[in-house]
């Protein structure tokens, strides 16, 4: 997931692709997760969405996670693999044609990767049966907001509320989205690698509020 782009016009929402472009903007983000890519096998696109459940305080099942995997596994391999693997190579050759040609499949390459996340999404939501994260939030968040901002009376009350709230959400983040990525991990590999256990924590450190 390389220069992302913004949510195709006239799309379906879906909060974990917009989380997803959201988060891969972020310093540093793109450089961990490539890191995980190329170096230990691991897809962006399930490690983000192991961050963006962690977002929304979901532990996901390790039973869960490898269903979602095995299922989605050949959308991954025989289709947005190939891709990159197509758009890397001709980046390599400094003619003026490759270069072009490279361009457009970089756009389909994101293009499978939105596609690729709209599976993971409806996945997720068959697995548990949950209703659609897109509706009714941003109304509700606001209202409980402006709940919390009319009962106090002072800048300095605020700003200590927010501080603890901040706080308090980083650490659930932390929390959830270890777990989650733990156990993704554990689905491709035993190892115990420093730089791979490096990588993780940095990517969830880079991901708090």
Known sequence: MEDAVELTEGAEPNPLWEYSLR??????????????????NLNVNFLLYCCWLAAESIKISDIELLQQV????????????????ARRALGKLR???????????????LEAEEVFQDEIYASYRELNKRPDLTVGAPEASAEKKAAVLASISSKRDLNNKEAEEIASRNARF????????????????????IVLKKNVMILVGLLEE
């Open 23 to 40: 988060s891969y903007k972020r310093a540093g983000v793109e450089a961990v997760c490539l890191t995980l890519q190329d170096e230990f």
């Open 70 to 85: 095995k299922g989605l596994r050949y959308w991954d391999h025989e289709v947005v693999l190939p891709l990159r693997q």
């Open 95 to 109: 003619i003026k044609e490759a270069q072009v040609l490279k361009e457009q499949v970089r756009a389909c390459e």
């Open 174 to 193: 932390s929390e959830v989205a270890s777990h989650n990525l733990n156990s993704y991990v554990s689905i491709f590999t035993k190892s115990q690698s």
